[in-house]
């Protein structure tokens, strides 16, 4: 498989997620076969959401807007399904799911290596919106170039001009243009008006030369180059062109050059569509890849494949990377690998029986063959017999990845590799390839050599860097020994031309620099201690960590190396990257708006916080900006709303003054704390006995065929212990009744299966063969979960009591033996014994009342201001009644009118009773001061581990905070427990950064509770929810590759008790620069670790609570 086809399509990125998607995918098509079945039970389609929503953020994330906006009509239909007739279901359920399967084989051509056709979506994307009821799909909604593409320099650029001349030449070339236009109007001489509209156009275009919208108007030049040239007809879609380009013209003369980036879009659409008539057409065919984008879509994409045979095609390349893995560790050195090989191929050789295709079926079946081979003679392969199965494994994953679209040929392919894989393992000479294999074969085979080579070297080279690291460790921990550092550059030296023999030129320069950095040291000119020994530590933990990617085919490695590159100055960082890019492209979008709403908001705030002309003068420019920004997309409300704000600040001293704060409100009002709806809040905290039995229903029989799967291949593991399918099978089980236990409300049935997950995660991860523990383990749980399930089908209270499987699964994590126990039957009387309490610190509580013990709805926020009706834009100065309106740019749903309720306690934007004020203040402090005491425990000694305390911490204050409606609380909190959950799953290596950027998170999650008890609404963070994000990526990276270095800079761990590290003071709230997207209602709460098992809380008492303490005023 390709790493890049020939489009410049980076597959990287779609490789890290595609099975993500897939998952997602094949989970919303198995329910909506369960919507067809029973068309009365609607309840799958909640599910079908949510997975299908999680399919469109992963496309978003890697840069496919077509599918992404494909997948998000499919979302609309779906979500029509839940309330349209029963009648209608028949035609809308085949029309999802065909849908998915188009979605599917797309995706599927773009790992093959195929080039990107968006258009191949078109016909399924409009029977998508026919089949809901609409008629507003178009072809433009698909059609997403890259329009950040750099054009290539004017060979004669024209002489700057200044301000005055400019601005008298764009009126005279308006003029040109609007007399052309009137032509098109009145039905004149066609040609003539298409002449002289690209003759007002043209000059336009040179004006513009050395601006960021060259490109623009490069591409509106060439729109009319195709009309003027007969390339292009003007049709319906074509028309409106003409007088948004007009008002575009005026924007420019006013001062106003940013565009809209949709009728950028329509402009490269339309030179797309035309004849390539001029050099300015065929330019920018060929920067834009419009004619690939265009094509016409291959005739293998235009009905969806059979879908069984597609499901098992998916199965196989997942199970044949595995084997590709499994191999390369075993050629490297690692003899234990050959068990789990062999059982692979089996595996697949067993499910590759089921496809059509005998030919490949035997390249299979020659795999199998491999390991009973090697085992006989008990000696390693050779390097022929190494390199023919590298070369039968890439093989299969080409054929597997280009199943529906193989050639005539690919028998006789076949053929031959299984014939020269037979001949290598019987020790016979390979037969030679004739000439018309020559292509693929060939290919493969030397793909398959750079795969051995790059572990060859990349284990020389990672022997070269733990010396590297010996002698700096050593050097750290005492200068006395800077003797030692002199043989270094020997080993430098040797790493820098393996990285050249590997053209890893950025990893090669970054040696370079830390090479010198070392020799600063050797040579006594620099110590070893402080920022400098911590950037050579970073490096070359870098390098380490980058070289095992390599070894791995991780999707994106230069991702491990950049932090480290930027570090030495040799790289960019992202964010100015992004910068950049913006400038050069210098488009406006609707999103674009929002952004600028939160830059006024959020310097507004800054202005109230610290009174200042410099500030006050952001603010200004900031609305400025926002209103020309209004202006280039036709929005006069925003445009009228900024133009009022402009007024009343430069009116303003200060900015309490009730004409700014009113301003400002109307323009970017703070974003409202959004009450989660009670189905929301109920699925999260509810009890299990009101849980929403519809969802209970689809749940208890999931969890049945899921307890039977678990059941039988527990016993298969007991037959086979080095059965490694069977064993990730099981795991996987666990993994289902975690994620739906959790949807559906069953919380603590959810902890239990987190638990037997963990359990398996560590024993797969360290492939080791099923022990009688482990087996013990598995039936130990899966009599419980069956016992579980069965009482609840029944309707009876069901107590979940997984004390004894969580004491067996600590055990077995700590890698003891698992006490042997009797088998519990399925709903045990009474609890085990709990274990001895830890006795907490005496902390000032809310006397017998806590917030888990009320049955509370979250307050209802008062009902936002009613803005007036928006106003209708100044009318045009031409009449363009005559041309059909385009596609509007963006649309905003009317907020929904919200009950008001007479608040006691208001909080910004929530309103809530004294006394659950009180107590969600009182515990909320609780949690704050165990976040604080946790991350002070890391910080004196970074190897302490992350406890389920500080976890469950902030696990508490998300849920306790979504629930009153503190929503900006709630996201820090939730972005710091999914990091806090993921470093007790893999424990990561706490650096520096890392302890600064969760302390940074701690500091801010404190901070908001502070202030919320001081009755004032905190400002988002999402700079923090960024960081936390950042250090999950970080830690998965890790968890693919293993941490790398483990350097220990002085003072790390000895001095660490009597100088703490230091810790950056938190941010001030940044300006922000994106607008996360916002996240629909969600029914599955975050995955969350257990805690340690621990006595159940008391019960409160029976006798009604003391009345809490009033607020303080």
Same mark, same amino acid.
């Given at each position: 498989?390709?790493?890049?086809?020939?489009?410049?399509?980076?597959?990287?990125?779609?490789?890290?997620?595609?099975?993500?998607?897939?998952?997602?995918?094949?989970?919303?098509?198995?329910?909506?076969?369960?919507?067809?079945?029973?068309?009365?039970?609607?309840?799958?389609?909640?599910?079908?959401?949510?997975?299908?929503?999680?399919?469109?953020?992963?496309?978003?994330?890697?840069?496919?807007?077509?599918?992404?906006?494909?997948?998000?009509?499919?979302?609309?239909?779906?979500?029509?399904?839940?309330?349209?007739?029963?009648?209608?279901?028949?035609?809308?359920?085949?029309?999802?799911?065909?849908?998915?399967?188009?979605?599917?084989?797309?995706?599927?051509?773009?790992?093959?290596?195929?080039?990107?056709?968006?258009?191949?979506?078109?016909?399924?994307?409009?029977?998508?919106?026919?089949?809901?009821?609409?008629?507003?799909?178009?072809?433009?909604?698909?059609?997403?170039?890259?329009?950040?593409?750099?054009?290539?320099?004017?060979?004669?650029?024209?002489?700057?001009?200044?301000?005055?001349?400019?601005?008298?030449?764009?009126?005279?070339?308006?003029?040109?243009?609007?007399?052309?236009?009137?032509?098109?109007?009145?039905?004149?001489?066609?040609?003539?008006?298409?002449?002289?509209?690209?003759?007002?156009?043209?000059?336009?275009?040179?004006?513009?030369?050395?601006?960021?919208?060259?490109?623009?108007?490069?591409?509106?030049?060439?729109?009319?180059?195709?009309?003027?040239?007969?390339?292009?007809?003007?049709?319906?879609?074509?028309?409106?062109?003409?007088?948004?380009?007009?008002?575009?013209?005026?924007?420019?003369?006013?001062?106003?050059?940013?565009?809209?980036?949709?009728?950028?879009?329509?402009?490269?659409?339309?030179?797309?569509?035309?004849?390539?008539?001029?050099?300015?057409?065929?330019?920018?065919?060929?920067?834009?890849?419009?004619?690939?984008?265009?094509?016409?879509?291959?005739?293998?994409?235009?009905?969806?494949?059979?879908?069984?045979?597609?499901?098992?095609?998916?199965?196989?390349?997942?199970?044949?990377?595995?084997?590709?893995?499994?191999?390369?560790?075993?050629?490297?050195?690692?003899?234990?690998?050959?068990?789990?090989?062999?059982?692979?191929?089996?595996?697949?050789?067993?499910?590759?029986?089921?496809?059509?295709?005998?030919?490949?079926?035997?390249?299979?079946?020659?795999?199998?063959?491999?390991?009973?081979?090697?085992?006989?003679?008990?000696?390693?392969?050779?390097?022929?017999?190494?390199?023919?199965?590298?070369?039968?494994?890439?093989?299969?994953?080409?054929?597997?990845?280009?199943?529906?679209?193989?050639?005539?040929?690919?028998?006789?392919?076949?053929?031959?590799?299984?014939?020269?894989?037979?001949?290598?393992?019987?020790?016979?000479?390979?037969?030679?390839?004739?000439?018309?294999?020559?292509?693929?074969?060939?290919?493969?085979?030397?793909?398959?050599?750079?795969?051995?080579?790059?572990?060859?070297?990349?284990?020389?080279?990672?022997?070269?860097?733990?010396?590297?690291?010996?002698?700096?460790?050593?050097?750290?921990?005492?200068?006395?020994?800077?003797?030692?550092?002199?043989?270094?550059?020997?080993?430098?030296?040797?790493?820098?031309?393996?990285?050249?023999?590997?053209?890893?030129?950025?990893?090669?320069?970054?040696?370079?620099?830390?090479?010198?950095?070392v020799q600063q040291f050797a040579e006594g000119t620099l110590d070893g201690t402080g920022e400098a020994a911590e950037m050579v530590a970073e490096g070359l933990s870098a390098l380490g960590l980058y070289i095992t990617a390599i070894q791995q085919g991780a999707a994106r490695p230069a991702d491990v190396l950049q932090p480290a590159l930027v570090r030495f100055g040799l790289a960019q960082t992202p964010e100015r990257v992004a910068e950049e890019a913006l400038r050069r492209t210098g488009t406006v979008s609707p999103l674009d708006l929002d952004v600028q709403k939160q830059k006024?908001?959020?310097?507004?705030?800054?202005?109230?916080?610290?009174?200042?002309?410099?500030?006050?003068?952001?603010?200004?420019?900031?609305?400025?900006?926002?209103?020309?920004?209004?202006?280039?997309?036709?929005?006069?409300?925003?445009?009228?709303?900024?133009?009022?704000?402009?007024?009343?600040?430069?009116?303003?001293?200060?900015?309490?003054?009730?004409?700014?704060?009113?301003?400002?409100?109307?323009?970017?009002?703070?974003?409202?704390?959004?009450?989660?709806?009670?189905?929301?809040?109920?699925?999260?905290?509810?009890?299990?006995?009101?849980?929403?039995?519809?969802?209970?229903?689809?749940?208890?029989?999931?969890?049945?065929?899921?307890?039977?799967?678990?059941?039988?291949?527990?016993?298969?593991?007991?037959?086979?212990?080095?059965?490694?399918?069977?064993?990730?099978?099981?795991?996987?089980?666990?993994?289902?009744?975690?994620?739906?236990?959790?949807?559906?409300?069953?919380?603590?049935?959810?902890?239990?299966?987190?638990?037997?997950?963990?359990?398996?995660?560590?024993?797969?991860?360290?492939?080791?063969?099923?022990?009688?523990?482990?087996?013990?383990?598995?039936?130990?749980?899966?009599?419980?979960?069956?016992?579980?399930?069965?009482?609840?089908?029944?309707?009876?209270?069901?107590?979940?009591?997984?004390?004894?499987?969580?004491?067996?699964?600590?055990?077995l994590k700590s890698g003891e033996a698992a006490v042997a126990v009797a088998p519990l039957a399925p709903m045990p009387e009474e609890p085990s014994a709990p274990a001895a309490p830890v006795q907490p610190e005496p902390v000032a509580t809310p006397a017998a009342l806590t917030f888990e013990s009320l049955d509370l709805q979250p307050a209802v926020a008062p009902p936002p201001a009613v803005e007036p009706p928006p106003q209708p834009a100044e009318p045009a100065e031409l009449d363009f009644a005559h041309f059909e309106a385009g596609a509007p740019e963006a649309g905003e749903r009317?907020?929904?009118?919200?009950?008001?309720?007479?608040?006691?306690?208001?909080?910004?934007?929530?309103?809530?009773?004294?006394?659950?004020?009180?107590?969600?203040?009182?515990?909320?402090?609780?949690?704050?001061?165990?976040?604080?005491?946790?991350?002070?425990?890391?910080?004196?000694?970074?190897?302490?581990?992350?406890?389920?305390?500080?976890?469950?911490?902030?696990?508490?204050?998300?849920?306790?905070?979504?629930?009153?409606?503190?929503?900006?609380?709630?996201?820090?909190?939730?972005?710091?427990?999914?990091?806090?959950?993921?470093?007790?799953?893999?424990?990561?290596?706490?650096?520096?950064?890392?302890?600064?950027?969760?302390?940074?998170?701690?500091?801010?999650?404190?901070?908001?509770?502070?202030?919320?008890?001081?009755?004032?609404?905190?400002?988002?963070?999402?700079?923090?929810?960024?960081?936390?994000?950042?250090?999950?990526?970080?830690?998965?990276?890790?968890?693919?590759?293993?941490?790398?270095?483990?350097?220990?800079?002085?003072?790390?761990?000895?001095?660490?008790?009597?100088?703490?590290?230091?810790?950056?003071?938190?941010? %001030?709230?940044?300006?922000?620069?994106?607008? $996360? +997207? &916002?996240? @629909? *209602? #969600?029914?599955? !709460? /975050? =995955?969350?670790?257990?805690?340690? %098992?621990?006595?159940?809380?008391?019960?409160? $008492? +029976? &006798?009604? @609570? *003391? #009345?809490?303490? !009033? /607020? =303080?005023?």
């Amino acid at each position: 498989m390709a790493a890049r086809p020939a489009t410049g399509f980076d597959l990287g990125p779609l490789g890290w997620v595609k099975t993500e998607i897939d998952h997602s995918l094949g989970q919303a098509r198995e329910n909506l076969e369960k919507v067809a079945a029973a068309p009365g039970d609607r309840a799958p389609v909640k599910y079908i959401l949510t997975h299908l929503h999680q399919a469109t953020g992963a496309l978003a994330m890697v840069g496919l807007g077509a599918a992404t906006r494909y997948n998000e009509e499919l979302e609309r239909l779906v979500s029509s399904i839940e309330t349209c007739d029963s009648g209608e279901i028949g035609t809308r359920v085949p029309a999802a799911k065909r849908a998915i399967a188009l979605l599917s084989a797309y995706l599927d051509s773009l790992m093959a290596g195929e080039p990107d056709r968006p258009m191949s979506l078109l016909p399924a994307y409009l029977a998508l919106n026919r089949a809901r009821g609409a008629t507003d799909a178009t072809e433009g909604d698909l059609f997403h170039p890259d329009l950040s593409t750099e054009l290539a320099a004017p060979a004669h650029p024209a002489a700057p001009v200044d301000g005055a001349v400019l601005a008298k030449a764009l009126q005279h070339q308006r003029a040109q243009y609007q007399q052309g236009l009137l032509k098109v109007l009145r039905g004149g001489n066609a040609a003539e008006a298409y002449r002289q509209l690209q003759a007002a156009v043209a000059a336009i275009e040179s004006l513009q030369e050395a601006t960021p919208n060259r490109p623009f108007w490069r591409a509106a030049t060439a729109f009319f180059d195709a009309l003027a040239l007969d390339g292009l007809a003007l049709d319906v879609g074509a028309k409106p062109i003409l007088a948004k380009v007009d008002q575009q013209v005026k924007q420019l003369i006013e001062g106003s050059a940013k565009v809209p980036e949709r009728l950028f879009r329509d402009l490269l659409l339309q030179v797309g569509r035309s004849r390539p008539v001029s050099p300015r057409i065929a330019e920018l065919k060929e920067a834009y890849r419009l004619d690939d984008i265009l094509a016409a879509p291959p005739s293998s994409l235009g009905e969806a494949p059979d879908e069984a045979i597609s499901a098992l095609v998916r199965e196989l390349r997942e199970l044949t990377a595995q084997q590709k893995d499994t191999w390369l560790k075993y050629t490297s050195g690692n003899r234990a690998a050959l068990e789990p090989f062999g059982k692979q191929a089996l595996a697949l050789a067993d499910r590759a029986a089921l496809l059509p295709r005998r030919d490949l079926q035997q390249v299979f079946v020659r795999l199998a063959d491999v390991a009973p081979m090697l085992k006989s003679r008990a000696i390693p392969p050779s390097e022929s017999q190494a390199l023919e199965v590298a070369t039968a494994l890439l093989f299969i994953e080409s054929a597997l990845d280009n199943y529906f679209r193989l050639g005539s040929d690919f028998e006789r392919q076949s053929r031959t590799v299984s014939d020269r894989l037979r001949s290598a393992m019987a020790g016979e000479s390979v037969p030679p390839m004739d000439t018309i294999e020559g292509g693929i074969l060939d290919e493969m085979t030397r793909r398959a050599q750079e795969r051995l080579l790059v572990f060859q070297v990349g284990q020389e080279v990672q022997v070269n860097l733990q010396g590297i690291e010996q002698a700096l460790d050593a050097f750290f921990r005492d200068a006395a020994k800077r003797e030692e550092l002199k043989g270094l550059p020997a080993q430098f030296a040797q790493v820098q031309g393996a990285l050249m023999i590997m053209e890893l030129e950025a990893a090669a320069g970054l040696n370079a620099a830390v090479s010198a950095r070392v020799q600063q040291f050797a040579e006594g000119t620099l110590d070893g201690t402080g920022e400098a020994a911590e950037m050579v530590a970073e490096g070359l933990s870098a390098l380490g960590l980058y070289i095992t990617a390599i070894q791995q085919g991780a999707a994106r490695p230069a991702d491990v190396l950049q932090p480290a590159l930027v570090r030495f100055g040799l790289a960019q960082t992202p964010e100015r990257v992004a910068e950049e890019a913006l400038r050069r492209t210098g488009t406006v979008s609707p999103l674009d708006l929002d952004v600028q709403k939160q830059k006024v908001q959020a310097l507004y705030e800054d202005w109230k916080e610290a009174p200042g002309a410099e500030v006050k003068e952001m603010l200004e420019r900031a609305v400025d900006g926002l209103k020309r920004d209004a202006v280039v997309l036709a929005d006069a409300e925003v445009a009228r709303q900024s133009e009022e704000a402009l007024a009343a600040l430069h009116q303003a001293a200060d900015a309490t003054q009730t004409g700014v704060f009113q301003a400002i409100q109307e323009l970017a009002p703070e974003k409202p704390a959004e009450t989660p709806p009670a189905q929301v809040v109920q699925l999260v905290d509810a009890p299990g006995a009101e849980i929403d039995r519809e969802l209970l229903e689809i749940f208890l029989e999931e969890a049945t065929d899921v307890a039977a799967t678990i059941s039988e291949h527990l016993a298969t593991s007991r037959h086979a212990p080095h059965d490694r399918e069977s064993l990730t099978t099981i795991r996987r089980g666990f993994h289902t009744l975690k994620g739906s236990g959790r949807m559906v409300g069953l919380t603590e049935l959810g902890e239990v299966a987190w638990q037997c997950e963990q359990v398996m995660n560590k024993w797969l991860k360290d492939e080791k063969p099923a022990t009688p523990g482990l087996l013990d383990f598995v039936e130990l749980a899966r009599k419980s979960f069956s016992g579980w399930i069965e009482s609840l089908k029944a309707g009876a209270d069901t107590p979940i009591d997984g004390a004894e499987i969580a004491r067996c699964a600590e055990h077995l994590k700590s890698g003891e033996a698992a006490v042997a126990v009797a088998p519990l039957a399925p709903m045990p009387e009474e609890p085990s014994a709990p274990a001895a309490p830890v006795q907490p610190e005496p902390v000032a509580t809310p006397a017998a009342l806590t917030f888990e013990s009320l049955d509370l709805q979250p307050a209802v926020a008062p009902p936002p201001a009613v803005e007036p009706p928006p106003q209708p834009a100044e009318p045009a100065e031409l009449d363009f009644a005559h041309f059909e309106a385009g596609a509007p740019e963006a649309g905003e749903r009317a907020a929904e009118p919200i009950e008001e309720v007479e608040p006691d306690v208001v909080v910004g934007t929530v309103s809530l009773s004294p006394a659950l004020f009180s107590i969600y203040v009182g515990e909320a402090d609780l949690h704050a001061a165990t976040l604080d005491r946790e991350m002070s425990a890391i910080e004196l000694d970074p190897m302490h581990p992350v406890s389920h305390e500080f976890m469950r911490a902030a696990h508490t204050l998300t849920s306790s905070s979504r629930t009153t409606g503190f929503n900006v609380l709630a996201d820090v909190a939730h972005a710091l427990e999914k990091w806090l959950a993921d470093a007790i799953d893999y424990p990561p290596e706490f650096t520096p950064d890392r302890i600064a950027a969760t302390r940074r998170a701690v500091d801010g999650v404190i901070a908001m509770v502070r202030s919320i008890a001081g009755r004032a609404l905190p400002l988002g963070r999402d700079d923090l929810v960024d960081d936390l994000r950042h250090l999950r990526e970080g830690l998965q990276e890790s968890r693919r590759t293993g941490e790398g270095t483990h350097l220990r800079m002085p003072g790390l761990r000895r001095d660490a008790v009597a100088s703490p590290p230091e810790i950056p003071a938190a941010a %001030p709230v940044p300006v922000i620069e994106r607008v $996360p +997207e &916002p996240a @629909p *209602p #969600e029914l599955a !709460p /975050p =995955e969350l670790a257990p805690p340690e %098992p621990a006595p159940p809380e008391p019960a409160p $008492p +029976e &006798p009604a @609570p *003391p #009345e809490p303490a !009033p /607020p =303080e005023p």
